[in-house]
């Protein structure tokens, strides 16, 4: 299953996401989806750090 997410970016947001997204030969989708795996690895490894 999946859903479609729509954004809604000022122009200068945008601009620096397609910079960083040029940069390492991404679309900006695919780098805001990588982005948001990272956040969330992260966040799961600081709650599993605070309950240890």
Known sequence: MSQLLTLKLSDDVYATLQQQADAVGLSVAELISIKRTIALIILQN??????S
């Open 46 to 51: 600081k709650a599993s750090m605070t309950y």
